[in-house]
């Protein structure tokens, strides 16, 4: 009789034990997915967070936002999970969280785990996951240490008018940088204002490509430190460049930029995160590095054309998807993607040049 209670005690005991760790298990989950929606999440880009594996004091979270997806590895630290690396394919084989310097016996569980969980759902979705490319770190404050290709992106990436960041609102997974990180202008300014990076950016040559009229009146979205808005001034002696951002610090070091160096026909501007507040209308409008940065980018051009004058043209220069150099491959956008997305906000392309080796540049008119 004492056998059967006290196997009756120990099959209690095993099942309150496994409703506690089932419980501690969802309880995670949803801390997880919770953290995750927190630090990406956004109003115009909704972020689905699907499935989650823990083990322990790791786990993966793979996520999918707009027409982008990839995984998340969090650790936990006390009570709290931090988001430690965004990552695709790597994250679900046992060689590629090794590398990561998880032991063996767990990037097996934690693969085979994902394994099952993803299983469960379409093979579109998975495609999704994988499709994120080369892996972006995190710190515990949710921003991105310089890595060897964000480091090109930043030699690159003058223009901080990051259209989803900003204020309180966090970029998507892998984003290689939140907007803050831009505020430092005096700091961004060595790297923005290179010297060096006129070799492969060209800024001369875009000019001369764009042909302006001595009296046109320019905008420069997402102008940063005003590496390209100070040349367009000289370029339009008689005109305007409106040099607008969303950084407010960069506003301020643009502003003190045309002050100091006597650059009276550029106006440092305050832009939004759904318009460049440009306070009129404009020959040209001109976003260099910055196109793949916007959310909603269909209606952002699209109200972007009750600031432009008839017969305005608009240039974006980004870079393109095969370039050794960049930015980070999983943002970058195709020919085809720009051109779709402008047509949908009523552009047609006008003109296209093939001079600069990282970037493609090409320049629409608003439909009649």
Known sequence: MKTIILTAWLSVVAAIGSYATALAQTTATGYIVAVMMKEFDRPDARLTVEPVV????????????????????????????????????????????????????RAK????????AENALPKSRIALFDSFEGTVVMDEHG??????????????????????????????PGQHHQHGQFDD???????????????????????KALALKPGDVVADLGAGTGFLAARIARSVPEGKVFAADLSKDMVAFLGKRAQENKITNLVAVQASELSPNLPEKVNVAIMLDVYHHIGKRVDYFKALQSSLKPDARVAVIDFRP???????KHMRLPISTVESEMSAAGYRRIAAHDFLPRQYFLVFEAKI
């Open 54 to 105: 823990i083990d322990d004091d790791i786990a993966i979270a793979s996520w999918i936002q707009d027409s982008r997806g990839g995984r998340a590895l969090l650790r936990r630290k006390g009570d709290a999970w931090n988001i430690a690396l965004c990552s695709g394919e790597s994250l679900r084989q046992i060689v590629g969280l090794t590398k990561i310097g998880i032991d063996e016996a």
């Open 109 to 116: 569980r934690l693969a085979d785990s994902l394994e099952r």
């Open 143 to 172: 921003n991105h240490p310089q890595s060897h290709e964000a480091e090109d992106h930043e030699r690159g990436q003058q223009h901080a008018q990051h259209i989803q960041h900003g204020g309180q609102t966090r970029s998507e």
């Open 185 to 207: 202008a005096e700091k961004w300014t060595k790297t923005f204002d290179d010297p060096k990076r006129d070799e492969w950016q060209k800024p001369d040559e875009i000019l």
């Open 322 to 328: 095969d370039s050794p150099e960049g930015a980070p």
